[in-house]
């Protein structure tokens, strides 16, 4: 999947969470809109506690994302992280994050 399908797919997810479509003003001033370097982030920044602490957030287990999708994301700059990366692990774009990876 490209990159633009990506954004496409982020684009619709947008319309329903707590992420804001970065391409237009977002209607909820209180959540701050997706950055590129958000997906820089999620390979950089390490899950701060419980039972995966220490791990990337790239490298959290599909299950692990899908408990907080299903019991709510923190509201903060993690739980977007969090969020952001459950939709590209249930969206198979995982690999997009391996340049990134690579960069560091």
């Given at each position: 999947m490209s990159l633009l399908s990506f954004h496409?797919?982020?684009?619709?997810?947008?319309?329903?969470?707590?992420?804001?479509?970065?391409?237009?003003?977002?209607?909820?001033?209180?959540?701050?809109?997706?950055q590129p370097?958000?997906?820089?982030?999620?390979?950089?920044?390490?899950?701060?506690?419980?039972?995966y602490q220490g791990r990337l957030i790239a490298d959290l287990p599909g299950q692990?994302?899908?408990?907080?999708a299903r019991e709510g994301f923190p509201k903060s700059d993690l739980g977007r992280l969090l969020e952001l990366m459950h939709e590209i692990d249930h969206n198979g774009l995982s690999e997009l994050l391996t340049p990134l990876r690579n960069s560091r």
């Open positions: 496409l797919l982020h684009y619709q997810h947008a319309q329903r969470s707590n992420i804001c479509d970065y391409s237009s003003p977002c209607q909820h001033p209180e959540i701050k809109p997706m370097k958000d997906l820089q982030r999620l390979v950089t920044t390490q899950m701060p506690f419980g039972k692990y994302l899908n408990w907080f």
